[in-house]
């Protein structure tokens, strides 16, 4: 039974990385490279933290308006100190919709894309290839105790 569970363990960790990879960061990419063409602005980081995980905000002036917008997941500059000049780029109708400039070729969510889908790969091959050894030493054990 240890064998058989530790099968399900490789399975279900390979398509928990694959959903990650397909279903969070390949989309946070494509967010962060949609505000290629947004109107440029300077901005300062108003609350610090894990940028990566989308709990950094930056504050700027827009049309005249203060905004304090969220970064999104997959943004970089988390070792930035609260207060630092950071270029941003927002969408001109939701200056809410904002990204570090930096970031919007994709920034780190393509980078953790690729990763988390190399090693979904990897994970769902290796519980193919210890599902294939298994079945072969279970057929190699009931040749070798012959009819009963």
Same mark, same amino acid.
């Given at each position: #039974?240890?064998? +058989?569970?530790?099968?399900? #363990?490789?399975?279900?960790? &390979?398509? =928990? =990385?694959g959903?990650?990879?397909?279903?969070? #960061?390949?989309? *946070?990419?494509? +967010?962060?490279?949609?505000?290629?063409?947004?109107?440029?602005v300077?901005? $300062?980081? +108003?609350?610090?933290?894990? %940028?990566?995980?989308? +709990? %950094?905000? @930056?504050?700027?002036?827009?049309?005249? /308006?203060?905004?304090?917008?969220?970064?999104? @997941?997959?943004?970089? !500059?988390?070792?930035?100190?609260?207060?630092?000049? @950071?270029?941003?780029r927002?969408?001109?109708?939701d200056?809410? $919709?904002? *990204?570090?400039?930096?970031? $919007?070729? &994709?920034?780190?969510?393509?980078?953790?894309?690729?990763?988390? !889908?190399?090693?979904? =790969?990897?994970? =769902?091959?290796?519980?193919? @290839?210890?599902?294939?050894? /298994?079945?072969?030493?279970?057929? *190699?054990?009931?040749? $070798?105790?012959?009819?009963?």
């Amino acid at each position: #039974m240890g064998q +058989h569970a530790s099968l399900v #363990m490789l399975l279900a960790l &390979g398509l =928990l =990385l694959g959903a990650l990879s397909g279903l969070v #960061m390949l989309p *946070a990419a494509q +967010h962060l490279r949609s505000l290629q063409a947004g109107e440029r602005v300077q901005a $300062t980081l +108003h609350t610090g933290g894990s %940028c990566m995980i989308g +709990h %950094c905000r @930056v504050a700027f002036e827009a049309d005249g /308006r203060a905004v304090v917008a969220d970064l999104p @997941v997959g943004s970089g !500059g988390g070792k930035e100190s609260v207060g630092a000049p @950071v270029a941003v780029r927002y969408q001109p109708d939701d200056p809410r $919709t904002v *990204a570090r400039e930096a970031d $919007t070729g &994709g920034g780190g969510a393509l980078v953790l894309a690729v990763i988390s !889908g190399g090693a979904a =790969l990897l994970v =769902l091959a290796l519980s193919a @290839v210890a599902a294939f050894f /298994r079945r072969t030493e279970k057929a *190699a054990s009931l040749e $070798t105790a012959g009819p009963a």
